[in-house]
């Protein structure tokens, strides 16, 4: 049985944001709109936790030197450069970090200035997330954000003009789609916006409503007008044909790439390598098993305290961690362009000739439907979503994966250490949302 590649990449998560959006459900910590890290409002609980964090970052059993870092959130850039600094040193002395490594930082727009950019750029910071979501105020200030239109733009500016003179090495632009009233003139109006930009990267996501938010309950109130499925689908194919024509490849279901750029950090995870991540929420699988760290101050805190007087949590270490499950690699492998080889990710996962040959028909066998409607396309071994509209129904097929999983004899496969099946996440390594 083999477990993940060895670690190379770390996720470490800043919980803090100025206000809660409406439509967020993340592990984060609302810290009003005049909040200052250096010494001004909110400045000591920042202070507080990113002690926890180092100390986290110390205590962890060594690695290889690190390839990529993505310090999320939350809203990172509210860190002051030397933060992030202190918190990028925390890692080489810990892992050390390759030559050449990605370091992509979560960025805010009205959160930074650009001098705090420049800093952040000579402390290491070659790639940046932009939080765009929307260029519209009035939707904007509809999900609850404190940046504005200019405000993107300006951060927009900035961005392609570090990347023109070679001090961010990439940058990718954040939005959100299928929003409350979003038709589809309104969408083309955002991506043409948004194409003029030049991100060389972008990240898509369907604004999806979750238990707890604003958008939850104004859904139960029956004033949230989302779109229709419909509308929605079309929406989505649309994207990628208009992406596609502006030069840039759908490499994930949310992600897109100008040639070069796509996430380094992302790839890490669908390629069923193994990461660290850091903080308070934040799921790291160095080995395979994923483990997710409380989700609030406190509970991290005692957490950490335990793992002070017992050792690190049995999945950080690679002699006792639960490898990888062929359920977990289906999932997340399907959501890439290349789609999965289903007799390698076996073999991967330590299946014997008789194993496969017993259960892995049965699968392919449940997605010979999509082949028939278009939503998959195989090609010897490989089986991948069809883009767009495979990728726009991925939920079909994935729900799929998880029946024939949950199907399958207990013996298929190790059971996990809980002896819980997980579910996949859509987000990049270490990112709870
Ligand atoms: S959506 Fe982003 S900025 Fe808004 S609360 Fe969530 S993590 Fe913070």
Known sequence: MMSALAPRSAYLHIPFCHRRCFYCDFAVVPLGDRVNAQNGPGSLTIKAYLELILKEIRSSP????????????????????????????ALADRFGVQRGAEITLEMDP???????????????????????????DVVLAGLGRRHRRKDVLEACHWMQRFLQDGRLRSWSLDLIR??????????????????????????????SVEPGTVFARREQQGVLMLPDEDGAADRIAFTTQYLSDAGYCRYEISNFSRPGHASRHNRVYWSGAGWWAFGLGATSAPWGERFARPRTREAYAEWLNRQELDGPHSSLLSQSA???????????GLRCREGVDLQQQAQHCGWTAHRCSLH???????????????????????????????????????????????????????PTRTGVLRRPESSPPGVQG
């Open 62 to 89: 060594p690695g290889p030197p690190l390839a990529t870092i993505y310090i999320g959130g939350g809203t990172p850039s509210l860190l002051t450069p030397d933060q992030v600094r202190c918190l990028l040193d």
């Open 322 to 332: 639960t490898p990888l499950s062929l359920e977990d690699r289906l999932l997340v």
């Open 360 to 414: 892995l028909p049965q699968l392919a066998e449940r997605w010979e439907q999509f082949l028939n409607q278009g939503l998959m396309e195989r090609r010897g071994g490989r089986w991948r979503l069809t883009d767009p509209l495979g990728m726009a129904l991925s939920n079909q097929i994935l729900v799929e994966v998880v029946q024939w999983w949950e199907s399958l004899p207990i013996h298929a496969d190790p």
């Open 110 to 136: 009205a959160s930074f200035s650009l001098e705090e950019l420049n800093a952040l750029v000579r402390h290491g910071v070659n790639r940046v997330s932009l939080g765009g979501q929307s260029f519209d």
């Open 178 to 207: 299928n929003l409350p009233n979003q038709d589809d003139e309104a969408w083309a109006d955002v991506l043409t916006q948004a194409v003029e930009l030049q991100p060389p990267h972008l990240s898509i996501y369907d604004l």
